[in-house]
Nanobody, 115 residues
Framework: QVQLVESGGGLVQPGGSLRLSCAAS????????MGWYRQAPGKQRELVAT???????NYADSVKGRFTISRANAENTVYLRMNSLKPEDTAVYYC?????????WGQGTRVTVSS
């Protein structure tokens, strides 16, 4: 079992930056593929970025060049650095951990981009 807790969300102006954190407990994240997803009001949950246990990353086209996913296995934490934020980035952001058939989700952290 893995428990995931996201933090770092909040209100930010367009063009601003935030760093989201996903802290894990219950098991080491070293062998898990990790991801960040988001769900905007009235929309389906969508992939934002993923990082494999080996450090390979993948991004949604909408965030390429602006967001960076990283992992600190020694801290059992995954991060999402978000730069040049846009109003359309407004959503609840969820952390996800996958290993084989096991999949875990955090409770989400809300990001609002507005002036």
């Amino acid at each position: 079992q893995v428990q995931l807790v996201e933090s770092g969300g909040g209100l930010v102006q367009p063009g601003g930056s935030l760093r989201l954190s996903c802290a894990a407990s219950g098991n080491s994240l070293s062998f898990y593929a990790m991801g960040w997803y988001r769900q905007a009001p009235g929309k389906q949950r969508e992939l934002v970025a993923t990082i494999t246990s080996g450090g390979y990353t993948n991004y949604a086209d909408s965030v390429k060049g602006r967001f960076t996913i990283s992992r600190a296995n020694a801290e059992n934490t995954v991060y999402l650095r978000m730069n040049s934020l846009k109003p359309e980035d407004t959503a609840v952001y969820y952390c996800n951990a996958v290993r084989g058939t096991a999949r875990y989700w955090g409770q989400g952290t809300r990001v609002t981009v507005s002036s």
